[in-house]
């Protein structure tokens, strides 16, 4: 007799699921057992992930393509889920993007747009299925922010400070959520092998020929375990971790002038 998947029974609704960290946290949740809710803004690469880990894993997968950054977007994909009469159990909010740039060099809409996915439709998709976590005392919310969280971030600036937002935010949401068998988790990787770099234009940095990107499933699968154990932080890789928690003892203008250091075109 085996046993039951962790998963059965429950759904989990990943944004960002087209490619990178998303893909591969959808194949965790896919592989403990649950059913799958897949958004991003583009169809085919959200059917072909759908096809491939409901056929692997045996659970099923809806993709829902919706452009969940603009104002409104988070109700807009919660109005088609409920259309189609499917529930959501565990949100793992990992859709976002950065950009490097001075701020005085980037486009304003760019930077505002980056605010609207990283944190707005964060927020807005996290107070439409918590309440019902709690009412169900299960579930819950994994949210994806970064090691740049942990201080601020001159050449990007927006995202640094929007994936501090994230990580504040899903602190004080653990907290609430204590004693109630909902869990939250913030997952905080370093330069990991994604398109986030082609698209932030990270790769021109010191920091991208200082520090070398890991693999997407191992960062994804160290997240999807924190988020199982109710792990309120998890910051990936031992030397990662050991910067953050360096961060707290720095002097600030210490601090700034390092990040501007590892910031700086290469």
């Keep these: 007799m085996t046993n039951q998947k962790r998963g059965k029974g429950q759904t989990a609704l990943v944004t960002g699921a087209s490619m990178g960290i998303g893909v591969d946290l959808a194949e965790c949740f896919a592989r403990d057992g649950y059913d799958l809710i897949l958004t991003a803004r583009t169809e085919p690469a959200l059917k072909a992930v759908a096809d491939r880990l409901s056929k692997t894993y045996g659970v099923k997968a809806a993709i829902i393509p919706e452009d969940i950054g603009k104002p409104g977007g988070g109700a807009a994909l919660a109005a088609k889920i409920k259309a189609k009469k499917l529930s959501v159990d565990v949100l793992v909010n990992n859709a976002g993007y950065g950009n490097a740039a001075p701020f005085h060099e980037s486009q304003l809409e760019t930077e505002l747009g980056m605010v609207d996915l990283n944190d707005r439709v964060l927020v807005e998709l996290t107070h439409i299925y918590w309440p019902a976590m709690l009412k169900a005392g299960r579930g819950g919310v ?83 375990d924190a988020f199982q154990a109710n792990r309120r932080v998890l910051v990936t890789g031992a030397r990662n971790a050991f910067q953050a928690g360096l961060v707290k003892f720095l002097p600030r203008p210490m601090l700034l002038k390092a990040v501007r250091g590892l910031q700086s075109p290469a």
């Design 142 to 224: 994994l949210n994806v922010a970064s090691t740049a969280a942990f201080q601020p971030g001159p050449f990007m600036a927006v995202y640094y400070a929007s994936k501090a937002f994230v990580l504040s935010f899903s602190e004080a949401l653990w907290e609430e959520a204590n004693g109630t068998g909902v869990h939250v988790s913030c997952l905080c990787p370093g330069p990991t092998v994604s398109e986030f770099r082609a698209r932030a234009g990270t790769g021109k940095m010191r920091l991208a020929k200082s520090a070398a990107a890991v693999p997407s499933m191992p960062v994804a699968q160290a997240g999807y």
